[in-house]
């Protein structure tokens, strides 16, 4: 079954990017980088992740702590970004930036909640 959009920025946007690691994660591990495939495929789908989750807060508190979550991801998957970009390759288009707006969207949300 198809992924059915949810109708939210956020969530959308973060499930596709999620889908966007994985198919470069692929191609890093064909180049034998699977230590940075690794780390990168676990921050880059956990933004979605608890982005996803945090639609069933039981609070708004925990509602902006899965949004934190998924920021703190969303940073690391950034990171991950950059060493490669900095050591190996280039990034897919628009990786980095669909990154870099996640990030934007996660702190709007999370400051105006």
Do not use: H
């Amino acid at each position: 079954m198809a992924y059915q959009e949810k109708n939210n920025i956020v969530v959308d946007k973060s499930f596709y990017f999620g889908c966007d690691i994985v198919n470069f994660c692929k191609i890093l591990k064909e180049q034998k980088d699977f230590e940075i495939a690794s780390q990168l495929l676990k921050s880059g789908t956990s933004i979605g992740a608890n982005t996803r989750e945090s639609q069933r807060g039981v609070s708004t508190k925990d509602f902006k702590n899965k949004l934190a979550i998924a920021l703190k991801e969303a940073d690391e998957t950034s990171y991950w970004l950059d060493i490669i970009e900095a050591t190996t390759m280039e990034i897919p288009n628009n990786l980095k930036a669909k990154c870099d707006e996640l990030i934007r969207l996660l702190v709007t949300i999370i400051k105006n909640s």
